[in-house]
């Protein structure tokens, strides 16, 4: 309809002119990111540079690994595809890839039933 255009169009305008930059000299951009060559190398690997939220304060610490939860470092770790799950007996799955499993499963399942409504 008439009104998802308007909206779009808005929505891209509004995103073109953030884009463009306006008065004030904040032109975004490269010239916002902190500048890789000023910060020396030691602040580099002691911090984690661009992390502060606050208005006023100063960039975390990184700390020791030991001060960090165990389930971070499997946070990137690869997980099976739902092609690979359905190829090995579900009552011998681990209970993680068995959740694994229903989740992806089920949003299949709910794609292809959607893939065959919008046919009709």
Do not use: C, M
């Amino acid at each position: 309809g008439s009104s998802k255009d308007l909206i779009r169009r808005t929505f891209a305008a509004a995103a073109s002119k953030a884009k463009k930059g306006g008065k004030g000299g904040g032109g975004g951009g490269a010239g916002d990111a902190p500048k890789g060559s000023s910060l020396s190398k030691e602040i580099k690997s002691t911090t984690v540079v661009g992390a502060n939220t606050l208005k006023e304060g100063s960039d975390p610490k990184i700390l020791p690994d030991s001060d960090y939860p165990q389930w971070l470092w499997h946070l990137l770790d690869k997980r099976p595809a739902l092609s690979e799950l359905r190829r090995k007996n579900v009552e011998t799955l681990p209970y993680d890839d068995l959740k694994r499993f229903v989740k992806l499963d089920t949003r299949a399942k709910i794609k292809e039933n959607n893939s065959v409504k919008a046919k009709n």
